[in-house]
């Protein structure tokens, strides 16, 4: 039936076009036994023997008990072009049920819980924000006890305490503290003495929540075959995939001192945790990555005392290989010879459209890792890292559509500090998954 909806979080009622009827006791009780038939048939003699209760067997007086309440159904769920309950003939006489599941706000909520359990953690605030506000008070609240409704009952009370537990963990990793603190007091009330609450609870007014773990964001793209992830970590534990490295136009790598490049940018580290500190390899690589590509300029010594001082064009990409994958080298801010590294928007963009292409041709669709380019010492000017994520997402997403497949997996790594200043709720109403 169009527009059929049938109500169990909360009393039970049967709502179509015509308007919503709250379900007498004993018609309620019979309509919860066969939905949790899952569309099986069953008997009167079922039907009479669960929730009458009263030891006797279903003569024709308890029969036609039965008959009245499924009489009263049908009026409520069949029409001329639809019959949800039907009689199935025979002997004994029985009855069918057979609704679509998201028909039934009980098995949706369900569903919906189920689901955020194997989704990323944004995607799991989505769905179980969804869940949980089917409920509108205390599930088969009007129904007659027996023993179908007690244990549907207190399986729905199970499961929307796990929802609100699972949603309390998932508000924290995606930096959402305000609303779980709202929820970690109001699951405290309810269970004064549970330990990991009152952990939670601590943890989220002091703002000490450990650092997030475990992919936050993923969409899921098949019409691009690939998909996007975000996640908190570290871009070089990222063993699966080719690694993406900002440069300055010089391809500066000396980090004695903190003077050229710092020790703790991602270039040194990659010197350190991927060249194993020899730079005389990695400036080898860098060189004959570099001797096809047409120089812009050469500063002299005495104008840049320190440093390499060939200068490439920004948006240049050097595809290095260490053992076991590549890592693309990309020019996007230019060194000053004060040894401050600046970028603007459009070198960013320049330079993220280059890296594409490099992809395309030497990836051979592994997962692509990337930091979030031009929030450390690029002095990018619009360096929100909102803006940045966005900036990076949408210059992947248009060379996708443009040129084919890029790489299995775009991966963003981003420090938990970056992390807590994006909304990544505002960000997945951005890039909802193509169904």
């Not at 007086?61 to 309950?85: A, F, H, Y």
């Not at 779980?180 to 004064?192: G, I, W």
């Not at 395309?360 to 000017?381: D, K």
Request: proline share 4%; aromatic share 4%.
């Amino acid at each position: 039936m169009k527009g059929l909806r049938i109500r169990l979080l909360g009393q039970v009622s049967v709502e179509t076009d015509e308007g919503e009827a709250v379900l007498r006791p004993l018609t309620a009780a019979v309509l919860i036994r066969l939905i949790m038939a899952e569309g099986e048939s069953v008997t009167v003699a079922d039907l009479y023997r669960d929730i009458w209760a009263d030891g006797r067997k279903a003569g024709r007086g308890e029969r036609n008990q039965v008959q009245k309440q499924i009489m009263s159904l049908r009026v409520l769920l069949n029409t001329p072009d639809s019959v949800v309950l039907s009689t199935e003939r025979g002997q004994p006489t029985a009855y069918r049920l057979q609704l679509e599941r998201a028909t039934v706000d009980a098995l949706r909520f369900q569903d919906l819980v189920g689901k955020a359990q194997q989704v990323d953690s944004v995607t799991a605030v989505e769905l179980l924000e969804q869940a949980l506000a089917l409920w509108r008070g205390r599930p088969v609240a009007n129904a007659a006890i027996c023993g179908s409704v007690t244990a549907l009952s207190d399986l729905l009370t199970r499961l929307q305490q796990t929802a609100r537990r699972e949603l309390l963990r998932a508000y924290q990793k995606v930096g959402r503290p305000e609303k779980a603190l709202v929820l970690a007091e109001r699951l405290h009330a309810h269970s004064p003495g549970d330990p990991e609450l009152s952990g939670h609870l601590a943890a989220i007014r002091e703002q000490l929540r450990a650092r997030p773990e475990g992919t936050v964001f993923r969409r899921d793209l098949p019409e691009l075959d690939t998909s996007l992830v975000i996640m908190p970590g570290d871009l070089f534990a990222q063993d699966d995939a080719h690694l993406v490295t900002g440069f300055t136009d010089t391809f500066d790598t000396a980090v004695e001192g903190d003077l050229v490049i710092s020790d703790s940018s991602v270039q040194g580290q990659l010197l350190r945790r991927v060249y194993h500190g020899d730079r005389k390899r990695l400036d080898q690589e860098l060189r004959a990555g570099l001797s096809h590509v047409p120089r812009v300029g050469t500063e002299s010594r005495s104008t840049k005392p320190h440093g390499k001082l060939i200068r490439y064009p920004i948006g240049t990409v050097i595809t290095l290989r260490p053992p076991g994958r590549c890592v693309f080298a990309v020019a996007y801010s230019r060194m000053g010879n004060d040894l401050v590294a600046r970028s603007s928007v459009a070198d960013l963009t320049l330079s993220l459209d280059n890296l594409w292409t490099a992809v395309y041709r030497h990836g051979q669709l592994r997962p692509v890792a990337i930091a979030l380019v031009g929030s450390g010492l690029s002095r990018l000017g619009a360096a929100e890292p909102w803006k940045l994520l966005r900036m990076i997402i949408d210059s992947y997403l248009a060379a996708a559509s443009r040129d084919g497949h890029l790489c299995k997996e775009l991966r963003v790594i981003l420090r938990a500090s970056a992390l807590e200043k994006i909304d990544m709720m505002e960000l997945a109403k951005s890039y909802r998954e193509t169904q």
